[in-house]
């Protein structure tokens, strides 16, 4: 079992930042990688952010977050990061980070992960 602890959600003004941290902790021994989703209000399905493979060298991102969102990982620390720049309003969402254990891979799907976190709440507002 893998346990995911995500922090760092708040409210923040749009063109602001925020950085999301996700710890990971239990069965982490082997490779993993791991994503970011997103749940808007008012619906039910989580859509996805970012990923990342185990080793650091490839992510991929969504498109309305390409440039302003980065994905980093610290495996000494059994750690993800989602770095948000330029915040826009409807970046507002639920963040949760997700792991696919013994994968070196990137995954999009929800369905591919194995583990999830409770999520942190991020709120773009004036």
């Known amino acids: 079992q893998v346990q995911l602890v995500e922090s760092g959600g708040g409210l923040v003004q749009p063109g602001g930042s925020l950085r999301l941290s996700c710890a990971a902790s239990g069965r982490t021994g082997g490779s993993y990688a791991t994503g970011w989703f997103r749940q808007f209000p008012g619906k039910n399905r989580r859509a996805f952010v970012a990923?990342?493979?185990?080793?650091?060298?490839?992510?991929l991102y969504e498109d309305s977050v390409k440039g302003r969102f980065t994905i980093s990982r610290d495996n000494a620390e059994n750690r993800v990061y989602l770095q948000m720049n330029r915040v826009r309003t409807e970046d507002t969402a639920l963040y949760y980070c997700?792991?696919?254990?013994?994968?070196?891979?990137?995954?999009?799907?929800?369905?591919?992960?194995?583990?999830w976190g409770q999520g942190t709440q991020v709120t773009v507002s004036s």
């Open positions: 990923a990342i493979d185990y080793n650091g060298g490839n992510t």
């Open positions: 997700a792991v696919k254990s013994g994968s070196t891979e990137i995954h999009v799907l929800t369905n591919e992960y194995d583990y």
